[in-house]
């Protein structure tokens, strides 16, 4: 086949939404063509940038670049839609215009689908790159079992980064794409994992595939947003087939998360949620951790500073002996 019908039936659609990006989308673009595995088309869906961004797409010349403007009205996952029902490969892969892949990426994810042919989605690890705060962090942290793939593993903690999903394109399309509702921002994707674990079976790759780069344009300055996984949690809640134990282990598991997240910023409403768990919690482990971190919160803030950057420097050491880190 040459590369005038690879370009017409490309076997994997690469959705990249983008907007005012123009700095970063040249270093993504470039991680999908240094790919080993060529027989792809990229799909960039624009929400009307006022930067430079259409310069640096257009300069490539790509017949494997298709751009689409389109007004998402600040929900991202309606323009991953939109990318998703103008695809036309077997199956779909995500990577924001700000992230980067490492070029085994998408030849380690065919191989591997094409091995086990009872999979739907597979993915893999991603770590932090462009704030010393997380750098050389894992985005999340699977803990390497089946379980984790599961509907129950993943209603008790999303261990999937969306930026290293690969899917088949038929899977995605019966489940319904992405949630556009504005109270799933932030959380949409979690919410597409749960319906394809309920139906489908997910697998796991634990390498390494890409990195999420964090850097102003891209932390929310929404403290709710923390909290929104409730949102999720409350869609579940009262459908038969998930138990109360089930949920209240999710919801507690959320808490936690949250307080962590305003730990690494040093902020005092970690305290109340940390609280939240000790008391409510009926995992022992997860009240001893919450116990620990209502502990850290009462401390002089130079301390819990000091703290912080040993805790992070022993997570990126934990990590890189854990993972297979290229």
């Known amino acids: 086949m040459d590369s005038q019908q690879l370009d017409q039936f490309p076997e994997i659609s690469i959705i990249m939404p983008t907007y005012n990006n123009a700095r970063y989308i040249g270093e993504a673009i470039d991680s999908v063509f240094s790919q080993t595995y060529d027989n792809y088309e990229l799909i960039i869906i624009d929400n009307y940038s006022i930067d430079e961004m259409v310069e640096v797409v257009t300069s490539y010349q790509s017949s494997k670049i298709k751009?689409?403007?389109?007004?998402?009205?600040?929900?991202?996952?309606?323009?991953?839609?939109?990318?998703i029902r103008a695809s036309k490969g077997k199956y779909i892969a995500f990577l924001d215009s700000d992230d980067l892949w490492l070029p085994e990426k998408l030849t380690r994810q065919v191989v591997y689908m094409e091995r086990h042919l009872d999979l739907d989605l597979v993915y893999g690890l991603a770590?932090?790159?462009?704030?010393?705060?997380?750098?050389?962090?894992?985005?999340?942290?699977?803990?390497?079992?089946?379980?984790?793939?599961?509907?129950?593993?993943l209603f008790i903690s999303n261990s999937i980064v969306c930026m290293t999903v690969m899917a088949r394109a038929s899977s995605l399309k019966r489940v319904g794409l992405f949630n556009e509702d504005p109270n799933f921002v932030r959380v949409e994707d979690w919410d597409l994992w749960l319906r394809i674990a309920h139906d489908y079976k997910i697998g796991f790759i634990p390498e390494v595939l890409g990195f999420h780069r964090v850097h102003a344009q891209n932390v929310s300055k929404d403290e709710t947003?923390?909290?929104?996984?409730?949102?999720?949690?409350?869609?579940?809640?009262?459908?038969?087939?998930?138990?109360?134990?089930?949920?209240?282990?999710?919801?507690?598991?959320?808490?936690?998360?949250?307080?962590?997240?305003?730990?690494?910023?040093?902020?005092?409403?970690?305290?109340?949620?940390?609280?939240?768990?000790?008391?409510?919690?009926?995992?022992?482990?997860?009240?001893?951790?919450?116990?620990?971190?209502?502990?850290?919160?009462?401390?002089?803030?130079?301390?819990?500073?000091?703290?912080?950057?040993?805790?992070?420097?022993?997570?990126?050491?934990?990590?890189?002996?854990?993972?297979?880190?290229?």
């Open 127 to 153: 770590k932090s790159i462009g704030n010393p705060l997380f750098e050389g962090r894992l985005v999340a942290q699977p803990k390497g079992s089946a379980f984790c793939s599961t509907f129950e593993g």
């Open 225 to 326: 947003s923390y909290l929104k996984p409730l949102n999720v949690i409350k869609k579940y809640e009262n459908m038969s087939w998930v138990s109360q134990e089930l949920v209240e282990r999710s919801r507690y598991s959320f808490y936690f998360a949250a307080a962590m997240s305003y730990l690494y910023l040093l902020n005092r409403e970690m305290r109340s949620h940390f609280l939240k768990v000790f008391i409510g919690s009926s995992s022992y482990f997860l009240r001893l951790k919450a116990f620990c971190g209502l502990y850290f919160s009462y401390l002089p803030k130079i301390i819990q500073r000091n703290l912080l950057k040993l805790f992070c420097s022993y997570r990126k050491s934990e990590m890189n002996d854990r993972c297979n880190f290229r």
């Open 67 to 83: 751009l689409i403007r389109f007004s998402n009205n600040g929900i991202i996952d309606a323009s991953r839609n939109v990318g």
